[in-house]
Structure formats: C-alpha cells, structure tokens
C-alpha cells in the first residue's frame, strides 16, 4: 500500500520557520516529480512548490518564492518543505503529492497527480 505521510506542522507566529517532510513508503518515487499543495479553508486547493526526480529543477508559486524552499532525499524517499518569514495568509493544510509515472515535467495542477498524503496543519499567527 502506498503511503505519503507528512508532518511537521504546528502553530507559530508570523516571521518564523518550520520545515515540513513528507516520508513515501510503499514504493520508491526516485523517478517521479513531486510537489506540496495547500488548502485554505474556504478556498481551492493551490499549488505551492514541485520539485523533479533528480532535484535539481523546482517551481514556485509566486506568493513564496524566495520564502519556501522545496527539496528531496531519494535515498530516503523523503520530501521536504523548509517555510521561512512565514505569513499569516501562508495558513492552510499542507499536503505531498506524487505523480504516479516517470516524468521530468514539474506540474502545478493537482489534477497531474496520483498519491496524496492526508496533510499537515500550518497556522501562523500575526
């Protein structure tokens, strides 16, 4: 059974740090592009940061871009979110998503992927 199991979430205030990571298990995704999604209550799912297979290419949503910074451990099938100066408008459910197939391209739609863990909160207080 594939599994994407986040954490590292939690409640801080407005200019501090956490790092999110995401552990895959069940099969390896050292092939496959990767990414971090958000979700406000009340809005749409967003796209927050993709990162492809070998990790030396990554896409941003312009509302963190030179805030958050999206990485991958292949050895140990593990994903990470590092989210500095965190901002009150950056609260919402974080959740790792894979695509299930090989692939090179970075996509925002969370429509292009197939396995989703079940999230973890970030709520920043101003």
Not at 20 to 35: D, E, K, P, Q, W
Request: aromatic share 12%.
């Amino acid at each position: 059974q594939v599994q994407l199991v986040e954490s590292g979430g939690g409640l801080v205030q407005a200019g501090d740090s956490l790092r999110l990571s995401c552990a895959a298990s069940g099969r390896t995704f050292t092939s496959n592009t990767m990414a971090w999604f958000r979700q406000a209550p009340g809005k749409e799912r967003e796209f927050v940061a993709g990162i492809n297979w070998s990790g030396d290419d990554t896409d941003y949503a312009d509302s963190v871009k030179g805030r958050f910074t999206i990485s991958r451990d292949n050895a140990k099938n593990t994903l990470y979110l590092q989210m500095n100066s965190l901002k009150p408008e950056d609260t919402a459910s974080y959740s790792c998503a894979a695509v299930g197939y090989s692939s090179r391209t970075i996509y925002t739609k969370h429509s292009q992927y197939h396995y989703w863990g079940q999230g973890t909160q970030v709520t920043v207080s101003s």
